[in-house]
């Protein structure tokens, strides 16, 4: 059978190797032998969850498919080098999947090959559980999300240098968030207005930084360095695709659901090369489905320009969906990209 190997086992990876086991021998790479399910990290951060709860073995969660503990280092047209436990290894492919992801401010995201992120976020957990104040820089969704788990226990003062919070998102949806935030009493400092007093922990929401490094001398990049893709997930490489947060893409596409699409739909791609089947047709991003959460108890949810649901029932929904989602259980990209757009 034809050799994939899968570069990040996350949304994009891991559904990518799910799509290919049954006929290719895979081989998935990751710095760790754990999944994160990055979007309840807050959840954590806040106290509410132990860390336990967002990490899985991937082991146990992709049978059928070899996983190799290390970091890839290098790649060329026929191997990637990864190094494990200080040596380097050289594992050779037919179809490359690089779905490495992005980098982020600790503790919101793990160093790579850190060795305890239980440890770690446990870290976390008991800085601020005895922390009054916490200061939360950065207004996208992750800086919200943050804001809103900690404001229960501590005086949570949000500090963004744009003139909205979630800006992405819907016009009804941005109110809603800062309306909910205030009504928890988060002060909300936006246009970079100054924020005075001291604070006994800081936590950085902002900054993803593609972790396609190792990538450089092979395939294109674009000047941040997220990995260029064509209308159908292929690189500049031959049989060397990529999916989710490393790629170029629509900046309103960083999220799992694409990550996911894109990983499925690489599948596929690759599937049609190795069966020499007809392969889909260019990849065209579903609609965008957000849940924001607001603190255990608010939230919003976005279907394209419209807030489809507020209030209690989001953080339900976030749940549901991570309980689908960690059983790595199908939201099928050729069901989604065939919703309305509503956008
Ligand atoms: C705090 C937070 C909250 C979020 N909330 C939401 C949300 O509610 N909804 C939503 O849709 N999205 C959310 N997102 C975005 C979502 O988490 C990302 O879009 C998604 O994780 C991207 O998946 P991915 O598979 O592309 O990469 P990642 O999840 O970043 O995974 C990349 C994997 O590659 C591995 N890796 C990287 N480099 C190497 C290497 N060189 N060698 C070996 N392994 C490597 C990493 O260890 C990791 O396992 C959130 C993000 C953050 C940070």
């Given at each position: 059978m034809p050799r994939v190997v899968v570069v990040g086992a996350s949304f994009a990876g891991l559904y990518a190797a799910k799509g290919l086991r049954s006929i290719a021998d895979v081989v998935v790479i990751d710095a760790s032998d754990e999944w994160e399910y990055?979007?309840?990290?807050h959840e954590v951060l806040g106290g509410r969850r132990m860390a336990d709860t967002i990490l899985a073995s991937i082991r146990d969660t992709l049978s059928g498919v070899e996983v190799v503990r290390g970091v890839a280092v290098a790649a060329n047209e026929s191997e990637v080098h990864v190094e494990i436990c200080g040596s380097i290894k050289k594992l050779p492919y037919d179809h490359l999947i690089i779905s490495v992801g992005c980098a982020y401010a600790r503790p919101i995201k793990a160093q790579l090959a850190s060795l305890d992120r239980r440890a770690q976020l446990a870290g976390a957990q008991r800085l601020y559980r005895d922390a009054s104040s916490v200061l939360v820089v950065g207004g996208g969704a992750v800086g919200v999300e943050v804001a809103g788990e900690l404001a229960a226990n501590h005086t949570v003062t949000l500090t963004a240098?744009?003139?909205?919070?979630?800006?992405?998102?819907?016009g009804a949806a941005r109110r809603y968030a800062l309306d909910s935030l205030r009504a928890q009493n988060v002060r909300v400092a936006l246009s970079g207005e100054e924020v005075r007093g001291s604070f006994d922990e800081k936590i950085e929401c902002y900054g993803a930084r593609p972790r396609?490094?190792?990538l450089a001398t092979f395939v294109d990049r674009d000047a941040r360095g997220f990995v260029r893709v064509d209308g159908h997930y292929?690189?500049?490489?031959?049989?060397v695709w990529a999916a989710g947060d490393c790629v170029a893409k629509?900046?309103?596409?960083?999220?799992a659901a694409y990550a996911h699409f894109e990983g499925e739909y690489v599948a596929q791609m690759v599937a049609s090369e190795i069966l020499g089947s007809a392969p889909p047709g260019a990849y065209v991003p579903p609609p965008r489905i957000v849940a924001l959460a607001l603190g255990p108890d608010d939230g919003v949810l976005c279907y394209g320009r419209f807030v489809v649901l507020s209030g209690r029932a989001v953080p339900w929904v976030k749940a549901l969906v991570e309980r689908w989602v960690v059983r790595l259980w199908p939201l099928p990209y050729a069901l989604f990209c065939r919703l309305p757009a509503l956008a």
């Open positions: 990055t979007p309840s990290v240098r744009e003139d909205e919070l979630v800006g992405d998102l819907p396609t490094g190792w292929r690189t500049s490489i031959r049989n629509d900046a309103k596409q960083y999220l």
